[in-house]
C-alpha cells in the first residue's frame, strides 16, 4: 500500500479507514460495495470495469456523483465526502457555549401576577409563527429546486431527454437533437430526472458520445486536469489532518439524506 495519505485505489482506501478505525457501515460508507438500501455512500467497479461513486437518499433513490474508468477520481470524491461528513461532526461538536452570566439574574415580569401568564402566551404565539414561516419558507425552496432543472438523464413517457448548460436535448432514437425549451413535455422536472451518468440499462445513445457534448467534456477534462498538478483533489491539509472523532457518537441521522450529495 502506499503511504500517501492521499488513497488513489478502493485498496488504498479500505486500508486508510482500517489503519483509522472508521466504523464504515455505522458511518453509512459502503467503500467497494453496491449496497442498495437508503441512507448510504458508496464506491464499486461495476462489471463494464467503471467505477462508480453513489449516494443512496432516504427516499432510497441513487445519485451518483462519478461513473467512469478513472479510479483515482472516483475514490478521491468519496474520500472528500468521508472527510466531510467527519469535519461537519466535529464543527457541531466545537461550537462554543456562551457563557451564562449570573451576576445579573433576569426578572421575568413585574407588575400583577396575571403579566407572566400573558408574557408566555405572546411567546408561544411568536414561536408558532416563526415556525409557520420556516416551513413555508422550506415548502417554497424545494417547489423552487424541484422545477429548476440540473445537468443529466430525464424520462418521459419512453422518450430520453438531456439537459446541461442552460439547454434541452432529446433522443430521437437515432441521435441526439438540440430542442427549444417549449418541446420539452414535462416541466416537474425532480419527478423526471433519472441521473446525471449514463446507464447501459437505458437503451439509447449515450449523450457523452454525441457532439453536443464535446464543450462540456473540455471543461470537465481541465477542471480535472493534472499535468500540472497531481493532487486534483482538495488535499490542503491531508498530512495533518486530523481524525480523531469518538465514532460511538456518530448519528448517520445528522446527514442531509435528500441531497444528490
Known amino acids: 500500500m502506499s503511504d500517501s495519505p492521499k488513497p488513489r ?30 441512507k ?7 462489471a463494464d470495469g467503471d467505477f462508480v461513486v453513489y449516494k443512496n437518499k432516504a427516499d432510497g433513490s ?25 469535519a461537519q461532526r466535529k464543527d457541531t461538536v466545537n461550537e462554543p457555549v456562551l457563557p451564562i452570566n449570573r451576576a445579573a439574574p433576569v426578572k421575568l415580569h413585574t407588575g400583577t401576577a396575571s403579566a407572566a401568564p400573558v408574557s408566555r402566551k405572546r411567546i408561544i404565539e411568536g ?12 415548502i417554497l425552496v424545494k417547489k423552487h429546486n424541484s ?6 438523464y430525464y424520462r418521459s413517457n419512453d422518450s430520453y431527454y438531456y439537459y446541461d448548460n442552460d439547454d434541452w ?10 430542442i427549444d425549451d417549449d418541446e420539452v413535455g414535462f416541466d416537474d422536472y425532480s419527478d423526471r430526472y433519472v441521473s446525471e451518468y449514463y446507464d447501459d440499462g437505458y ?29 486534483w483533489f482538495d488535499d490542503d491539509d491531508d498530512d495533518d489532518w486530523d481524525w480523531d472523532f469518538d465514532f460511538d457518537d456518530w448519528d448517520y441521522g445528522d446527514t442531509d439524506w435528500d441531497t444528490d450529495w
Open 9 to 38: 485505489t478502493i485498496a488504498e482506501l479500505l486500508d486508510l479507514c482500517d489503519r483509522k478505525q472508521l466504523p464504515l457501515r455505522t458511518m453509512r460508507f459502503f467503500i467497494g460495495e453496491d449496497y442498495p438500501e437508503a
Open 62 to 86: 441513487r445519485a451518483v456523483r462519478y461513473k467512469g474508468p478513472d479510479e483515482e477520481r472516483a475514490v478521491g470524491e468519496i474520500y472528500q465526502k468521508l472527510r466531510s461528513e467527519i
Open 127 to 138: 414561536v408558532l409563527l416563526i415556525a409557520m414561516v420556516a416551513v413555508l419558507i422550506v
Open 169 to 178: 436535448y432529446y433522443y430521437s432514437g437515432l441521435a441526439w437533437d438540440i
Open 203 to 231: 437503451n439509447i445513445g449515450d449523450f457523452a458520445q454525441s457532439d453536443y457534448y464535446d464543450g462540456y467534456y473540455e471543461r470537465s477534462a481541465d477542471a480535472y486536469d493534472d499535468d500540472d498538478d497531481d493532487d
Open 147 to 152: 422545477n429548476t432543472p440540473k445537468r443529466g
Open 40 to 46: 448510504a455512500f458508496g464506491i464499486y467497479q461495476d
